[in-house]
């Protein structure tokens, strides 16, 4: 598999690409599609073999929840999607009400470039612990230090 294209957060000032993909979970618990993607993901136009789900997101922590703010696709037919086709009612931000776990950022020097999915290791990884939507916690991990991989 090629390394992929990145979902994006923002948080505090900054964005960061994010090897998560909390929009997956919500594609999944809905049953929209079992693969991480819409079931409707086929009406959007292919973006090539860096991104097989044909779709990218934007997120944002404010005051320590986590939003979905706008979903990057192109329809076969060549509209954009809007978040309002998943989440009428929501054109502008949806509160991740879905999603537990954890959006892991990857930041710093490229340590080792791995030509599949989000392989690639970097010197550091900042780790945002959620749940149903609510940031409890963030660490950040050193991968420079031998079996820093949690």
């Known amino acids: 598999m090629t390394a992929q294209l990145r979902d994006t957060l923002e948080h505090a000032g900054n964005t960061m690409g994010m090897t998560s993909l909390p929009l997956s979970s919500y594609w999944v618990m809905n049953n929209t599609g079992d693969t991480g993607s819409p079931r409707d993901a ?9 991104c097989w789900r044909r779709y990218t997101a934007q997120w944002r922590i404010e005051q320590e929840h986590l ?4 979903i990057n696709a192109t329809y076969k037919d060549g509209t954009p999607a ?3 086709d998943f989440f009428p009612g929501y054109p502008e931000r949806v509160f991740a009400h879905w999603f537990s776990g954890e959006l892991r950022c990857p930041r710093g020097e490229l340590l080792e470039y791995v030509h599949a999915g989000f392989a690639s290791r970097y010197a550091e990884t900042l780790v945002f612990t959620v749940e149903r939507g609510v940031v409890k916690g963030q660490r950040c991990i050193d991968n420079r230090i031998q079996g820093a991989n949690t």
């Open 42 to 50: 086929r009406r959007f136009a292919d973006m090539g073999t860096f």
């Open 67 to 70: 939003y979905l703010v706008k």
């Open 82 to 84: 809007a978040l309002e």
